[in-house]
């Protein structure tokens, strides 16, 4: 019989190089933010709470990532996907797939399509709200893109101090730039209005989610959707009426979400990128040696999937370790669905008890603690 799998204690966890790299990221981005914005020179006074809790957000995002790196499964096909990518006679290819997967899977959603139509529309409304409101609002707060008006009517955008197109007051392209957030805002609206409903209509959803982890995202960025309408229609309609409180409001909610972001659901947002590398093994793995069933000869994955396989449940804890010698992973899936079945149906039949009690004796013993 193999020898017994050796379990990852989360004791051994090191929390301090997560710590070292987490504070690293953020004193980059801090670097970053000065010379983006020459030594500070085109840098907002007004954003730096907003700057300020985006380098603490993004290094707490680093550390937990680095910290999720540490678990079995993370580790093992995280690296195994580096060292399958930067095969050198198979780089090129490799990159086609990588590039075909961002397309799909990133980009596209299809993964998500696969399971219902409004479940994609509902994510792809507040992926892309969001990861456009970023690339609008970070490059402003840090202080890398700015305007200057220049004549009467002419506005012209800053790239890192390098002078872009000068756009005209009134024009569709200016109005498109400064209205751009308010799209992408009623973009997360939709979406999370519809993830809502979902979760509310929805009784698989229901049996499992909870407030802090399902609603709070959705909410949390629906407020800062709504609050962002509030700062235009303040100033566009009601002569900046509230304008100060609702943008002091705007604000807290946006910090709140970046230190939201690395330890609660939307956490998910910086995982998914990882999963190019898994992608990209379950392709190869057609081209390795295959994985032979013990039970009916079929060759049905790479062998070094099924190795690498066996090593992360054998770190997570669980034996799956069989008489014959062989684990329950060496088997095919259908001999798996076979091989389960087969062991159920022989359960009323077994002499030796395979859990700590039985129903009969469990609902005996309540019987007796009652009388």
């Not at 890192?160 to 005209?168: A, D, S």
């Amino acid at each position: 019989m193999a020898n017994a799998p050796q379990r990852h204690d989360p004791a051994e966890i090191n929390y301090s190089r997560p710590t070292i790299i987490g504070l690293l990221a953020a004193a980059a981005l801090t670097a970053l933010v000065i010379i983006g914005s020459r030594n500070l020179e085109h840098f907002d006074s007004a954003l730096f709470g907003y700057t300020v809790a985006s380098i603490v957000a993004f290094g707490a995002v680093v550390f937990r990532y680095a910290l999720w790196l540490q678990r079995p499964p993370t580790r093992i096909y995280f690296r195994r996907g580096l060292q399958l990518f930067f095969q050198r006679r198979k780089l090129l290819k490799n990159t086609a797939v990588a590039a075909e997967t961002v397309g799909k899977n990133l980009a596209a959603q299809n993964f998500i399509f696969r399971r219902g139509t409004s479940r994609w529309l509902m994510h792809a409304l507040i992926m892309w709200g969001c990861i456009l409101s970023a690339l609008i609002t970070f490059p402003l707060a840090f202080g890398w893109v700015h305007f200057k008006l220049e004549g009467d009517m002419g506005y012209r955008a800053y790239l890192f101090g390098f002078p872009l197109q000068l756009m005209e007051g009134r024009s569709a392209t200016a109005w498109i730039t400064f209205h751009a957030l308010d799209f992408t805002a009623v973009m997360v609206i939709a979406g999370c209005a519809i993830a809502i409903h979902r979760r509310l209509k929805d009784r698989g959803a229901i049996a499992y989610q909870t407030f802090l982890l399902d609603f709070t995202p959705h909410l949390l960025l629906i407020a800062i959707s709504v609050s962002g309408l509030m700062l235009t229609a303040s100033s566009l309609w009601f002569e900046g009426y509230m304008y100060s409180f609702i943008a002091l409001s705007h604000q807290a909610l946006v910090i709140l979400t970046l230190f939201y972001v690395p330890f609660g659901k939307l956490f998910h947002i910086v995982q998914r990128p990882a999963s190019i590398g898994v992608e990209l093994y379950q392709q190869r793995s057609h081209e390795m040696e295959q994985a032979v069933c013990p039970r009916c000869g079929t060759m049905f994955t790479g062998q070094m999937w099924i190795d690498d396989l066996k090593k992360v449940v054998g770190e997570l804890g669980f034996d799956y370790r069989l008489e014959n010698g062989y684990t329950l992973q060496d088997y095919c899936p259908r001999c798996k669905r076979v091989m389960r079945g087969l062991a159920y149906a022989a359960l009323p039949n077994a002499k030796e008890k395979v859990f700590l009690g039985s129903r009969a004796e469990t609902e005996a013993a309540r019987s007796g603690d009652q009388a």
